[in-house]
């Protein structure tokens, strides 16, 4: 039913858009249909219409006889129907847009708290201040801000506000975060974190994939190959090269989407049978032009966050009100790991305490 709101919602829109003039109109009429108290009014008025003029009364033989008056009762049944039915789909219309923002909070309060967590921890380290080294204290402060405690948090609660979002389609939602680790010798990267933790755990997690072997594979398939556009899909798939990699492979930075057909293209099955029908990928760190961290949603139902025709709208608002302050909150954790070394050595070269 949500996705039959959307496409009329998305109707109205277009609608919108090529008619401007209209725009203010059915604002208007769309405020009036969603009123509580003009629904209440018209239910009491269309009962006591109903009541008075859907039969006649005339004399016979001296006795009063009633009949149906359908000259009035078939138009009004139709126009009462269409008329509930424009009050349930603003109705519902509203409340999605309450479980998303709902979504949103839950996803803002996500963040605050992590925020919250990095300031408690700053006053609890002037305890250790006294005793320590610098290195030291640096080690207790990274500890409190555990990387991948934040990433299986950012999994659970990513997990949680979709949950939310989208309560009555059962998707089967599944969250996962990908982080790469460059150095000089190597490229790799492996999943960290995923939810929900109540079976067994994903094939891929904690599995080591190597980034320059599959770009090794990738050439070897084709002596042409454009790792800055969505081309290079079919050539990795032809490579066995698994869609979580993409991210990390692809020159741009932008969010990877597979529906319906597209995963049954680009998927690498392992067992003959994937029940995935959506894929997404956000990558959600990028250092010196280096995607270091990917989130994955993927789930059972194509139309889990609305149907194709507006699918990148829905992505776009994922993104942008549930990812991105997960994605802010990884960010920041990774940061303070990232700049240890460099942060100690700094203070260090300050001849802090003489």
């Known amino acids: 039913m949500n996705s039959f709101v959307e496409k009329i919602a998305l109707s109205v829109k277009n609608t919108c858009s090529s008619h401007p003039e209209l725009e203010r109109l059915i604002l208007v009429v769309f405020r009036i249909l969603s009123d ?51 009050f349930f789909i603003c109705n519902k219309y509203n409340k999605m847009k309450v479980v998303n923002e709902n979504a949103r909070s839950m996803s803002l309060s996500h ?41 299986s948090r950012s999994c659970k609660g990513i997990l949680d506000t979709l949950n939310t979002a989208f309560p009555a389609r059962k998707p089967g939602f599944k969250v996962e975060i990908f982080v790469r680790n460059i150095d000089e010798n190597s490229d790799t990267y492996q999943m960290v974190a995923y939810a929900p933790e109540n079976g067994l755990s994903p094939e891929s997690y904690l599995k080591v994939f190597d980034l320059t072997d599959f770009r090794t594979k990738c050439e070897k398939a084709t002596t042409d190959i454009n790792y800055s556009d969505g081309s290079f899909y079919k050539v990795a798939k032809k490579a066995g090269v698994p869609c979580h990699a993409y991210p990390f492979l692809s020159a741009r930075y932008d969010t990877i989407c597979l529906h319906g057909r597209e995963v049954k293209d680009y998927y690498v099955d392992f067992h003959k049978q994937n029940p995935t029908k959506l894929h997404i990928a956000f990558p959600c760190i990028v250092v010196d032009k280096h ?3 990917v989130i994955q949603i993927t789930c059972k139902r194509e139309n889990a966050l609305g149907y194709s025709a507006n699918l990148t709208q829905h992505i776009e608002e994922l993104r942008d009100t549930c990812i991105a302050p997960y994605a802010a909150s990884l960010a920041l954790y990774q940061a303070i790991i990232r700049n240890r070394d460099n942060i100690c050595a700094a203070v260090n070269n300050m001849n802090v305490g003489g």
Not at 52 to 68: D, F, H, P, R, Y
Not at 118 to 131: D, Q
């Open 36 to 86: 509580n108290v003009v629904q209440s009014i018209f239910h009491a008025t269309a009962g006591v219409l109903f009541g008075v003029l859907a039969t006649e009364n005339s004399i016979s033989e001296g006795q009063i006889v009633a009949k149906i008056n359908w000259t009035f009762l078939v138009p009004a049944i139709i126009g009462y129907l269409l008329v509930l039915f424009a």
């Open 111 to 151: 963040l605050m708290d992590s925020v919250y967590s990095i300031t408690r921890c700053e006053v609890s380290l002037n305890e250790e201040t006294f005793s320590k080294s610098i290195e030291q204290i640096a080690d207790v402060y990274i500890g409190d801000h555990n990387f991948y405690a934040e990433c």
């Open 291 to 293: 995607v270091l961290a």
